[in-house]
């Protein structure tokens, strides 16, 4: 759920509920609510401030994580090559990034 991934942010970050509201601009009463499942429903543009403030994506808030202890080890060796050719991780993002808006435009 998204309020279990705003805690994990928020407690990775080690930001109080206080300290995210306020840097947020969002009711600390809203962000408790959402951590606990009771406010299942925020707009993109609440989730926008929050994940400015975790200075992450609003992807990790929405899409539930990867589970990459059963990582086929095909994509594990992949990204193994990928590090070992010198591509970084933002250049690997980027090429992901463009990889999604092309077959959008298809």
Do not use: C
Request: charged residues 30%; glycine residues 4%.
């Amino acid at each position: 759920m998204i309020g279990e991934r705003v805690k994990k942010y928020r407690t990775e970050k080690g930001l109080s509920i206080t300290a995210l509201a306020d840097k947020a601009g969002v009711a600390k009463s809203y962000i408790s609510a959402l951590e606990r499942n009771i406010q299942q429903n925020p707009s993109i543009q609440l989730l926008e401030k929050i994940a400015d403030v975790l200075n992450i994506s609003v992807d990790h808030l929405i899409k539930p994580e990867v589970d990459t202890k059963n990582l086929d080890q095909e994509w594990a060796d992949l990204v193994k090559e990928a590090m070992g050719s010198g591509v970084s991780k933002e250049q690997f993002k980027e090429f992901l990034e463009f990889n999604k808006w092309k077959n959008k435009q298809s």
